[in-house]
C-alpha cells in the first residue's frame, strides 16, 4: 500500500471540518472475487497535519484488487488516516453500490482523546 503523505496545517489552531470524496472506489469480494464499487467519504478536523490528496488518491487506488469485506476497508482506511495525519477528530464513511439488491453504508469515526469538548458531530 502507498503511503499516506501529509503536509503542515497553516492553522493549527482553528477547528475546520475537511470533506473529501472519492466517488471511484473499487476493491474485491473477497466471498465472490467480483468488483466491488462505491464512495468513500473522508471527513476530519486536522490539528498539525493535513492529508495530501494525490497520496490519498494513490493509497484507495491500491485497494483496487485486494479481496477485503466493506468493514475491514473503511476501518483499515480510518486507521490508517489516522496514523498519517493524527487527527482531531475524523470519520471515514463508505457508500457501496448495490449487490445482490442490497446496498452498504459502512461508517466508522475516531476521536483524539484530549480533544473532546462536543464543539462538532460525531456520527
Same mark, same amino acid.
Do not use: F, H
Given at each position: 500500500m502507498s503511503p499516506i503523505e501529509t503536509f503542515d496545517n497553516a492553522y493549527p489552531g482553528r477547528r475546520y471540518t475537511i470533506a473529501i470524496t472519492c466517488p471511484e472506489f473499487t476493491s474485491v469480494c473477497p466471498k465472490t472475487g467480483n468488483p466491488d464499487f462505491g464512495t468513500i467519504r473522508i471527513e476530519y478536523i486536522p490539528?498539525?497535519?493535513c492529508i495530501e490528496l494525490k497520496s490519498l488518491k494513490i493509497y484507495l487506488f491500491g485497494y483496487r484488487n485486494q479481496g477485503i469485506f466493506y468493514e475491514? !476497508?473503511?476501518? =483499515?482506511?480510518?486507521?490508517?488516516?489516522?496514523?498519517?495525519c493524527e487527527p482531531l477528530w475524523m470519520k471515514v464513511e463508505g457508500d457501496f453500490n448495490p449487490r445482490g439488491g442490497i446496498t452498504t453504508v459502512v461508517?466508522? !469515526?475516531?476521536? =483524539?482523546?484530549?480533544?473532546?469538548?462536543?464543539?462538532?458531530?460525531?456520527?
Open positions: 490539528d498539525k497535519q475491514m !476497508v473503511i476501518n =483499515k482506511i480510518l486507521d490508517d488516516l489516522v496514523a498519517a461508517r466508522a !469515526v475516531y476521536e =483524539k482523546p484530549e480533544s473532546r469538548n462536543g464543539c462538532w458531530e460525531t456520527a
